[in-house]
């Protein structure tokens, strides 16, 4: 009897132990993606503080392939390690990120992530004109949540702490704009693609 008692919390244990196993293996590998895609390298831009990494591209795969839950467990957890002083972010950044001029767009990530994984509606890959409006679908979610919001964090932050009017901070960030354009076009193609493969 006593066997009995003590083998059915040991089995319960290990059964909690695989779920949050499974529940969290996603969000962890799309937080080391995000730290991948900030060490791969860094493109300046000139006029702006902010380089050009791909960040962005990742955060908007998080956001098309993830619950929101997760998707936002993934830009916390990163945003967490750059926070005790990981060096996580752009450039090898850690914390002194976090109150810089990239600072608004670290903090966007989340709800952008979020607003992605919440607008790009169930997938549907049965067939080619389904598909198509997946992507479509898909890049929406991605302009809105990756790029949107992402800079309307950026643009606010950025242009307290430079003092510079939002306007120059937004005209100066036309070349990020563009390249997150393209960024969530791949990321809608390759997020349905993935999506297809995987059915």
């Given at each position: ?40 390298g860094e ?86 004109a389904r ?69």
């Open positions: 009897m006593q066997t009995s008692h003590t083998a059915a919390p040991t089995a319960s244990t290990v059964s909690f132990i695989r779920r949050i196993a499974l529940v969290s293996w996603k969000p962890v590998l799309f937080a080391v993606l995000l730290w991948l895609s900030a060490a791969a493109i300046p831009i000139p006029g702006t503080p902010v380089p050009i990494t791909l960040q962005t591209f990742v955060v908007m795969l998080a956001g098309l392939m993830l619950p929101w839950r997760q998707a936002g467990s993934a830009l916390a957890l990163y945003i967490a390690a750059g926070a005790i002083g990981l060096p996580v972010f752009a450039g090898g950044a850690s914390t002194m990120a976090l109150v810089g001029p990239s600072a608004g767009f670290i903090f966007g990530f989340l709800p952008g992530v979020v607003a992605i994984a919440l607008l790009r509606g169930k997938a549907d890959t049965t067939s080619t598909t198509a409006l997946t992507a479509a679908r898909y890049l929406f979610a991605a302009i809105i949540g990756g790029v949107a919001v992402v800079y309307m964090f950026g643009f606010l932050v950025q242009s307290a702490l430079t003092g510079a009017p939002i306007t120059a901070v937004a005209l100066a960030s036309m070349g990020f704009v563009a390249g997150d354009a393209v960024k969530a076009v791949v990321a809608a193609l390759a997020a349905t693609g993935l999506t297809k493969l995987s059915r």
